[in-house]
T-cell receptor, first 115, second 112 residues
Framework: ETGVTQTPRHLVMGMTNKKSLKCEQH?????MYWYKQSAKKPLELMFV???????ENNSVPSRFSPECPNSSHLFLHLHTLQPEDSALYLC??????????????FGEGSRLTVL | KQEVTQIPAALSVPEGENLVLNCSFT??????LQWFRQDPGKGLTSLLL?????REQTSGRLNASLDKSSGRSTLYIAASQPGDSATYLC???????????FGTGTKLQVIP
């Protein structure tokens, strides 16, 4: 596979469920990102990992918990979400978070619906 | 705080027309500006990246320009096709790579 792959593409969960979103990049990049896209709003940065270290947490509620076991994989663990958390969650990667061209490459997204 | 604005929010044109999409940003101290395309329910596809030292980039029928002094970037699409119908987003990168600010996009419809 090439590029950035996200699974699952669609997820429906209740407010008490625990689920995880997975992202894998095959580009040899060292930085990975989670973004949230809600209707009628610009993309919101959630987390940044650079060489597996978290460098940015954009005031994200603790019910979202990221995990980056290596530079190719990024997870977003979800727990006791709210209906307003329903959105398209996008994973992206770049060469590095503080060097290179800064070009971002995105996955297809995971559409989350919280009932 | 960087703000990125895209006007118009929606645009409908007949096939074959040349068109320009606009992107404005408030902080001219940007590192780069990237244009993306997003199809409904899908992720973002990178179209063009302009570094701060560059004035324009071209890829096929697409040409993006950057004027940092005026805080503007434009995406020119030549000879538009129905397959160009999508939402086009611009994103300005300033400071660290986590400081990427996206516009809300222009939804383009090309009518056959």
């Amino acid at each position: 596979e090439t590029g950035v792959t996200q699974t699952p593409r669609h997820l429906v969960m209740g407010m008490t469920n625990k689920k995880s979103l997975k992202c894998e990049q095959h580009l040899g990049h060292n930085a990975m990102y989670w973004y949230k896209q809600s209707a009628k709003k610009p993309l919101e940065l959630m987390f940044v990992y650079n060489f597996k270290e978290q460098t940015e947490n954009n005031s994200v509620p603790s019910r979202f918990s990221p995990e980056c076991p290596n530079s190719s994989h990024l997870f977003l663990h979800l727990h006791t979400l709210q209906p307003e958390d329903s959105a398209l969650y996008l994973c992206a990667s770049s060469q590095e978070a503080l060097a290179g061209t800064g070009e971002l490459f995105f996955g297809e997204g995971s559409r989350l619906t919280v009932l | 705080k960087q703000e990125v604005t895209q006007i118009p929010a929606a645009l409908s044109v007949p096939e074959g027309e040349n068109l320009v999409l606009n992107c404005s940003f408030t902080d001219s101290a940007i590192y780069n500006l990237q244009w993306f395309r997003q199809d409904p329910g899908k992720g973002l596809t990178s179209l063009l990246l302009i570094q701060s030292s560059q004035r324009e980039q071209t890829s096929g029928r697409l040409n993006a320009s950057l004027d940092k002094s005026s805080g503007r970037s434009t995406l020119y699409i030549a000879a538009s096709q129905p397959g160009d119908s999508a939402t086009y987003l611009c994103a300005a990168l300033a400071g660290g790579y986590q400081k990427v600010t996206f516009g809300t996009g222009t939804k383009l419809q090309v009518i056959p």
